[in-house]
């Protein structure tokens, strides 16, 4: 199975939105609604973000939305922080009874 | 608060077994709503899920791995083990154990995370 996905980075401005991709297959993010989204700020461990698509654990900022198009999921931080600069990993669960990763997006805040 | 550790040795030879531990303490192992599971990741590249273990021995597993990797469960002890043989330098990754959530017919996020161990695979 190949991995998920994503841009190597994306960068934006304090205040602006910014939309991470994460591609997969009609055998993964494209069948399930089982997509997940952690940030990892550097030598910590990843901290869930998202789960089953778009939706936040306790204590998460609503300022992280999710979405889905066919085989793409989509993570949006609205309102860019300082603090949002980190490395950006999805997830998803597979049919073949497995997780995918991506490869991460560093973000960047100008 | 549920915490994870993971414990085991930072530096294994080529050829040798990785055998790594992670200890849950502040809530239970064996409860019905997880699986627990195993992630590394590289020096400077993505994460890589291993295997996810429920508390009667259930797996889902990365084909990948399978051939060389064997995860098991205390519920007596509160612990989960990985073992990865025949390791090499591409093995050398920081291991993290977390809690998976977990449906009928699926396993789903990790919602909470080890800091996870560094493992350097050199002789």
């Known amino acids: 199975q190949s991995a998920l996905t994503q841009p190597a980075s994306v960068s934006g401005s304090p205040g602006q939105s910014i939309t991470i991709s994460c591609t997969g297959t009609s055998s993964d993010v494209g069948t399930y609604n089982l997509v997940s989204w952690y940030q990892q700020h550097p030598g910590k461990a990843p901290k869930l973000i998202l789960y089953?698509?778009?939706k936040r654990p306790s204590g998460v900022s609503n300022r992280f939305s999710g979405s889905k198009s066919d085989n793409t999921a989509s993570l949006t931080i609205s309102g860019l922080q300082a603090e949002d600069e980190a490395d950006y990993h999805c997830s998803s669960y597979a049919s073949s009874r497995t997780i995918l990763f991506g490869g991460g997006t560093k973000v960047t805040v100008l | 608060q549920l915490r994870l550790q993971e414990s085991g040795p930072g530096l294994v030879k080529p050829s040798e077994t990785l055998s790594l531990t992670c200890t849950v303490s502040g809530g239970s192992i064996s409860s019905s709503s997880y699986y627990w599971g195993w992630i590394r990741q590289s020096p400077g590249k993505g994460l890589e899920w291993i295997e996810s273990?429920?508390?009667?021995?259930?797996?889902y597993y990365n084909p990948s791995l399978e051939s060389r990797v064997t995860i098991s469960v205390d519920t007596s002890k509160n612990q989960f083990s990985l073992k990865l043989s025949s390791v090499t330098a591409a093995d050398t990754a920081v291991y993290y154990c977390a809690r998976q959530r977990r449906g009928a017919y699926y396993v789903d996020a990790f919602d909470i995370w080890g800091q996870g161990t560094m493992v350097a695979v050199s002789s």
């Open positions: 089953e698509g778009n």
């Open positions: 273990i429920y508390y009667s021995g259930s797996t």
